[in-house]
């Protein structure tokens, strides 16, 4: 039961944080000479909502900037796409990061960053990609968010999740996936691809384990040193 309790907690920071994050400024990123993490959230995610992992992967000595677009279009109620969001997050990426960097995605938007790693030939500009509780075969959420102009690129086998699955064994060297132990939204088996490196969290809860869980913040560290 504390298993559920502490998820619908986290579940309930992630949307309220979400909300906070729409009058609360971002962080302003200095040191640009330290190992850059880009922070990728998933849908309708607020930069807050990650901020505890932020400050552990600071005190660790990397420079972590968290990726966001307006609150809108990241729930999908602005007009949008996956070549418009990546493009948002290139410009992004250009305007803070200096040489090589590490790229961690939560959920979709882990999709998100495969796409942009894709669409605009990154590849060869990170050091590592690792995927958090990663959709890529679907969540039964894309259904539920049926007003999202996104939301058939999330849907079992779309054109998009077939594409990230394709990118993802073609570089298989620079990807690492992480998974929790259980996930109500992305279940376990659909975050994982045969022949990649998967490591599965000992605890479990979609929102828990990338906002609250100290195993995955010290997971995170030790994988991108």
Known sequence: MYKYIQEFFSFCWYVGTSLAGLIIPDKVY?????QSIVLVGGIG???LAFIFLQRFL?????RVIIFRT????NLGLQKSSMTELAKELNEFVEEKILGEFLIVGMSAGAILSIFYLTHFNKWN???KFIGVSTPFYGSWLSYIFFFSKVKNEFIRNSNVLKNSIQEVQQNKEKVILISGKWDEFVFTKRSTIQGIKQLIL???GHAYIQTFCKETFILLAELCH
């Open 202 to 204: 000992s605890h479990g």
């Open 45 to 47: 995610s607020s930069p």
């Open 70 to 73: 307006s609150f809108l279009k």
């Open 30 to 34: 200095n040191d640009p000479q330290s």
């Open 58 to 62: 600071e005190k660790k000595g990397f």
């Open 125 to 127: 500009s990170i050091r």
